[in-house]
């Protein structure tokens, strides 16, 4: 009778553990941003497929600012929905006839293909004024940064308790 009741338990204990335990390993997407020369991550947040971000910057050729917006994929991509810009330089899309621009105020706004990128890469300078904006964050990178820096932005997947861990220690810290 006891030797019944003790595989009764175990049985119990897998079919109710092995679920709660492959929730440990669910993983979410993070918009990561990382300093490659300086080997360290500069931000990182959860993200949901459909958010989007802003990295702008000034034209090292055109010295007029730019703006690419990006959209989080399902995939873990970033996809390209709008460049702003003051005229065409180096790097720049050209408006065509057909595509999906508009000019006002003095600023091309082209709207993009869709084109997923796996990561965004680029070096900060100070005359470069790069910055980011993601969930309302903004960060001054070519004020944070070493002149030269190679930063890199890419979704990763990280555990979901990864999120809750960073959201606890946001909290500490308005706290102090």
């Known amino acids: 009778m006891l030797r019944r009741w003790w595989w009764r338990a175990l049985a ?50 055109t010295q007029g600012l730019v703006s690419g917006t990006f959209e989080i994929e399902g995939d873990d991509t970033l996809s390209v ?12 899309p050209e408006p065509r006839p057909g595509d999906d621009y508009e000019i006002a105020g003095g600023v091309i706004r082209q709207r993009g293909g869709g084109e997923r990128l796996p990561s965004l890469s680029f070096f900060v300078h100070p005359f470069t004024q790069h910055t980011l904006v993601v969930k309302g964050k903004i960060m001054n990178l070519s004020r944070d940064l070493p002149p030269g820096s190679l930063v890199k932005i890419r979704i990763e997947r990280r555990f979901w308790w990864w999120a809750w861990r960073q959201k606890l220690g946001a909290l500490f810290e308005r706290n102090r």
């Open 12 to 61: 119990g204990g897998l079919i109710l553990g092995l679920p709660a335990g492959a929730i440990l390993f669910i993983r979410v997407p993070v918009l990561a941003v990382l300093d490659i020369k300086g080997g360290r991550q500069l931000l990182a947040v959860q993200v949901r497929a459909g958010e989007s971000l802003v990295v702008s910057y000034r034209h090292s050729v």
């Open 81 to 92: 929905k709008e460049t702003t810009f003051a005229s065409p330089g180096p790097g720049l």
